[in-house]
């Protein structure tokens, strides 16, 4: 049995989660959000919590057991208490700014680069540097982080570019002086 699958999720207070036709759909205060749950794995739902089993125990169904329970638990974190990605800008004059629904960042490039942010997707910017991604998919909140940090990844001299918050980059030394 699998062990993250047999897991029971528990619910807070203020979530409601449903389910019709191998749709999840979980409600909550910071939105809604649906899924489709796997073929060989169903859910039952009691007072606060929610369990998944699968149907049989061929080797797909066990594979999809773990990964219903966490998509089904992410989903109850997601529309409760939500999800956030830290990036930061480092480089002399590297900056980014929020300009409705776009993300301006300069970045040593001879223009300034544009990404727009998909809906369902949350940027704030502190001091010019910092990057605060936030969403209720986590999914989403994880390919957004991604695909900015892809803009300009960090070098390993001088330790320019894009990082995850906390991330270490590690460095190479540059060429030595002659002799």
Not at 12 to 18: R, T, W
Not at 97 to 116: D, Q, R, T, W
Not at 138 to 144: A, P, S, T
Not at 151 to 156: D, N, V
Request: a positive charge.
């Amino acid at each position: 049995m699998s062990r993250i699958g047999k897991k029971p999720i528990a619910l807070a207070k203020n979530v409601k989660i449903s389910q019709s036709d191998g749709m999840v759909k979980v409600e909550g205060p910071k939105g809604s959000l649906t899924s489709k749950l796997p073929d060989g794995v169903s859910m039952v739902v009691s007072d606060n919590e929610v369990v998944i089993e699968r149907k049989s125990d061929s080797r797909v169904d066990r594979s999809y057991h773990g990964l219903a329970r966490t998509l089904v638990d992410n989903m109850v974190k997601g529309v409760s208490t939500g999800f956030e990605k830290g990036l930061e800008i480092s480089g002399v004059g590297y900056r980014a700014e929020v300009a409705g629904s776009i993300l301006k960042l300069v970045l040593g490039y001879s223009s300034p680069v544009e990404y727009n942010i998909p809906k369902g997707v949350d940027i704030r910017v502190d001091k010019q540097v910092n990057l605060m991604v936030s969403g209720i998919n986590k999914e989403l909140v994880g390919r957004v982080a991604s695909e900015i940090r892809s803009l300009k990844k960090p070098e390993p001299y001088k330790g320019k570019g894009i990082k995850y918050a906390g991330e270490y980059i590690r460095r190479k030394a540059g060429k030595s002086a002659g002799a």
